[in-house]
């Protein structure tokens, strides 16, 4: 562990403070990169088979909390400037049915995951310290895990979106609220609303946030099902344009801190974000996220991921090239493959005429 915890102590105050618009900043953007796929890592850490349960990673908040702990040191070890609580899975409903759970306890154990994730960020802080390390203020930040309404349905359809013909704006606003609000409460940097399959989902919680919540940061990432469409069939481009335009309409610019993909094969996210800048106006730069999986296929009914995976870190470059600021990983990307990422970041940012920098020191 040594070796890996003085990679990470190289980290400085040049790690930024966010403040939303890094397109509009005459400096060298900075990369920031983000944790892996956090189910995957915590099943090496608990012995026992996640995919396919009920809840996911998220059981583990209640019954294995120092592996919950343990996973998120892993990602942060490895490098990662920002780690999701493990909330992807998350609600009261969920915790009821299958923990026996009271609405109280399970709005309790969604803010005990903010709590693991805190817990965690302190014990980094502290290993960095010990080795001399200086990390930036508020670094690295603990973002909230905003999993879409399919997700708690445990039927696979966050990767179809048939749940959109099945419930309205209004409602998925209301399902969205409980845990949005015990997350904000426990302290979290911002949120990340991930793996949405349908535009109804994506502007149904923008709305949310840009009404009912005055400053919380936050970035919207869809999940989609080729190089165009989102997974329940609507345009990528299209879906992205309109949370960008409904951020604009409420001047919000500065809390967005992406738009982009999550959970989708890495050889679709170059064709998806080019549809979307050129549906761009003129002079219009949005900022981009992107975690990938390996473009293995979830198979809902074996419970289990097939196929043969990629390696992320190798689209990098070009995922850069487009102007992509957060990069890190989704189901199957391993602590591994996030320092990696950060490996191949840190070399470009190292060639001469950079057009970018990282959060660490070169």
Not at 78 to 106: C, P
Not at 160 to 189: E, M
Not at 235 to 248: D, Q, R
Request: hydrophobic share 35%; proline share 5%.
């Amino acid at each position: 562990m040594q070796s890996q915890l003085s990679r990470s102590t190289n980290r400085s105050k040049m790690m930024p403070e966010f403040t939303g618009n890094w397109h509009q900043h005459r400096e060298k953007p900075r990369i920031l990169v983000k944790c892996g796929g956090f189910s995957s890592q915590l099943a090496r850490n608990v012995n026992e088979k996640v995919d396919g349960d009920p809840l996911w990673g998220s059981r583990f908040d209640a019954t294995q909390p120092d592996a919950v702990i343990q996973t998120h040191l892993d990602f942060l070890r490895k490098g990662a400037d920002i780690i999701l609580t493990n909330t992807y899975q998350s609600s009261v409903e969920g915790f009821m049915k299958h923990l026996g759970k009271t609405r109280e306890e399970s709005i309790a154990l969604i803010a005990k995951s903010v709590d693991l994730a805190r817990q965690a960020r302190t014990k980094y802080l502290s290993e960095v310290a010990a080795n001399n390390g200086d990390i930036g203020p508020g670094m690295p930040w603990i973002l909230a895990s905003i999993g879409p309404y399919g997700a708690h349905l445990h039927d696979g359809s966050e990767y179809t979106g048939s749940y959109a013909n099945l419930v309205n704006f209004n409602q998925l606003q209301k399902w969205h609220k409980p845990r949005i609000d015990t997350c904000l409460s426990a302290g979290v940097d911002g949120l990340a609303v991930e793996t949405l399959p349908c535009q109804l989902e994506a502007l149904a919680v923008t709305d949310l946030l840009l009404t009912c919540y005055g400053t919380p940061r936050f970035w919207v990432s869809f999940q989609c099902k080729d190089s165009s469409s989102l997974a329940h069939g609507e345009s990528f481009a299209e879906a992205a344009l309109a949370v960008w335009n409904k951020v604009v309409k409420h001047k919000a610019q500065s809390r967005l801190m992406g738009i982009g993909v999550n959970c989708v094969n890495p050889n679709h996210v170059t064709p998806l974000l080019k549809s979307l800048l050129a549906k761009l106006p003129h002079g219009v730069t949005v900022p981009l996220v992107v975690y990938s999986n390996r473009g293995e296929i979830y198979d809902s009914d074996r419970g289990e991921w097939t196929g043969n995976g990629l390696n992320v870190a190798s689209f990098v470059p070009e995922w850069l090239r487009l102007g992509v600021r957060i990069i890190g990983g989704c189901c199957r990307v391993y602590p591994d493959d996030i320092y990696e990422i950060r490996q191949t970041i840190e070399d470009i940012a190292q060639q001469p005429q950079s057009p970018i920098q990282t959060s660490l020191v070169i």
